[in-house]
């Protein structure tokens, strides 16, 4: 009873993206986290087999839809893979403006994680104001698309709509607050002592192991790899508009939280550059209904990291094969192999640490090796863990 | 002390009962296949912007507290069972919500093989919200009318058509 | 490094298990190999850090309608750096689908295979789990989706769209 005390611990399953909802079986030995692993699923749609039998058009719709929260990515790495496919090039007004919403779709994701990462570590009151400030992106997406989540900004060949002076001013204002705001949760997230001590040291991952696992995104720029595709691999106006780089060396959870902040900057920057040199012309050009026959790679840095498009044309309406691979997917494999050797209180802080976007509210079950179970929600687990460092 | 069904006492007792269940009704939510991006406007709308939780309702863990379900996305194969486990666990009364168009028709993943189709053909749904995402002015509104439903008694099927706009 | 001189790098690590070459853009190379090589080209790419390992991409190429050909299922482990994309693509039939697993040279590709396995009905001797990891937990053993010939579940049928519905 007292020395072979061992639980599976299973967490889930629920979260909402294509491939990123999982259910772990976490085993502890005691209190530390000795085994790891993930069963997703339950929100797999078989979109990759439905891709097969829908135009390239119904596509684009299909595939917006594959996460609420980084749509716009979504949609942007098919219609740049499609065009390069058919070999045109989205003109340079629609480029710019392509990543002009990618960048706002980022700051929304952005502060959206914040907050909940601060939900998971008892911090409520920064998930308030995060969430609040959010709204002021959240207004910007809507006046520019006329949609709060899905913007649908996308065609095979350009964009739907313009970006007016009306526009301009109202992103501008709504800038300036948000790089105010901004600046205070960096002075939060790297002074508020009982913060810290969720965050520092917690969950770290080298860089070395970031690079091997395949890391990529925020959560490998905070282990010091220096990994963006918008710098790599620069797709769309992202050659006219550099990105500068933003990295930490620490690895640990308070650096995600660091980069992840300072990102926010390097987003208003971009955005203010956009603005002011918006390239003028034609806003979409044509593009044949049958697309050639073909292979190409798509790739382009979500708020997430990287997102990976292969997509295959057999020259007719409909693609051959999409093969889409997800950012989450890349640091899932990672967070499991950093989870062994943690506290299972720091569970939901460094799953949330990679941002799958946890809005779990599932059950998971406690398992005692001999007979006794006993049922726990993820919010159970979420306030064990705010209650284990209250003790401290 | 036995209570039946039509004494002063009992329709008291309901009268409370119905009171507070309107005043402060329990939601759960879950994901049956959706993207998200209902999720995070459910979230917005509980958010201080919309501040869903001045009509009393409030999220909750565990389905064992909730009296409301909130459900987003075309219902998938492996989610199925987890869906209708939860429902089964709500204490009645229960009503559920569907949000989202492919919560009421598949939506753009209709067709696709690990759909098993709406939330309607896995449990019984008292309030549909369309949009995709609704807003959470429309949630909002879906959420009054069932409410105010629930004081005449059990909820009829609404559709939330109107209040989409701002 | 720039995108040629790394894409010159990888040939020249490549060369002693290269089947066929191929650069069919600018930043991609396709090196095919056979699949009891493959393990050893990974293991020559990650002993030099070239690259990480991004994706792992199924495709089916379903037999000829007169059974002239046998089908086969090809895997494409896509590795990046800098704006370089490298394919190394390998192909085995389908009445003897092994890969052998990757998973001891990179830990993380554990997910990939896993839905290789399911999606494609490949066999990868050495993976660490072979649990379901997408597929539902009532889905029936030795149906693949995403081969070609799979067209839905027992009555129900994927729902073929019409290409004239925008």
Known sequence: METQRKFIVPIGPQHPALKEPGHFQFTVDGEIVTDASVRLGYVHRGIEKGAENRN??????????????????????????????AGVQAPPRAQAIRIL???????????????????????????????????????????????????????????????????????????DTLEERTRHYLNVVTTDRTFLARTRGVGTMSRNQAELFGTVGPTARASGVARDVRVDAPYEAYTLFPVNLVTDEGGDLMARFVVRTKE?????????????????????????????????????EAPRGELFYFIKSNGGEKPERIKVRTPSLCNWASVMQVAVGHKLADMPMILSGIDPCFSCNDRMVLINRGSSSQVWSWDELRRYGIEYYKKL | MEFSPDTPWQKVLDAVRRWARINSPWAIHYNSGSCNGCDIEILATLTPRYDLERFGVKLQGSPRHADILICTGPVTRQSRERL??????????????????????????????????????????????????PRPEAIIFGMVKLLESLKKGKAEVATVSEGAHA | ?????????????????????????????????????LKEAVKALVETQWGYFSALTGLDQPPAEDGATEGHIEALYHFCRGPVVLSIRTSVPYSN?????????????????????????????????????????????GVYPLRKSFTGLGEQKLEETDGNAA
């Open chain 3, 97 to 141: 689908p092994v890969i052998e697993s990757i998973c001891d040279v990179i830990p993380s590709a554990t997910l990939y295979e896993r839905e290789l396995m399911e999606m494609f009905g490949v066999v990868m001797p050495g993976t660490p789990s072979t649990d379901r990891l997408l597929l539902a937990d009532d889905w029936p053993e």
């Open chain 1, 264 to 300: 926010l900057f390097e987003s208003y920057r971009l955005i203010r550059e956009i603005l002011d040199h918006l390239p003028s012309g034609e806003l979409t050009v044509r593009v044949p209904r049958k697309i050639p026959a073909g292979e190409t790679v798509s790739r382009v």
């Open chain 1, 101 to 175: 919403m990618a960048e706002l779709e980022r700051i929304h994701s952005h502060l959206l994680w914040l907050g909940v990462a601060a939900h998971e570590g008892g911090f409520d009151t920064l998930f308030m104001y995060s969430w609040r400030d959010r709204e002021i992106v959240m207004d910007l997406l809507e006046s520019l698309s006329g949609n709060r989540v899905n913007y649908s900004v996308n065609l095979i060949g350009g964009v739907k709509f313009d970006v007016e002076d009306k526009h301009r001013d109202a992103i501008l204002r709504g800038l």
């Open chain 2, 84 to 133: 209708l486990r939860i429902y089964e666990q709500m204490p009645d009364p229960k009503f559920v919500v569907a949000v989202g168009s492919c919560g009421l028709s598949g939506g753009a993943f209709r067709g696709c093989y690990n759909i098993v189709g709406d939330i309607s053909e896995v449990v019984p749904v008292d309030v549909f919200i369309p949009g995709c995402p």
């Open chain 1, 56 to 85: 390239w058009t119904q596509n684009l719709y299909l595939f917006e839809r594959i996460c609420g929260i980084c749509s716009h990515v979504h949609a942007t790495a098919l219609a740049i893979g499609v065009e390069r496919l």
């Open chain 3, 1 to 37: 490094m720039d995108s040629e001189e790394l894409i010159q790098t990888a040939m020249e690590l490549l060369v002693p298990w290269a089947l066929k070459v191929n650069r069919p853009e600018g930043n991609r190379l396709d090196v095919f190999v056979e699949p009891h090589h």
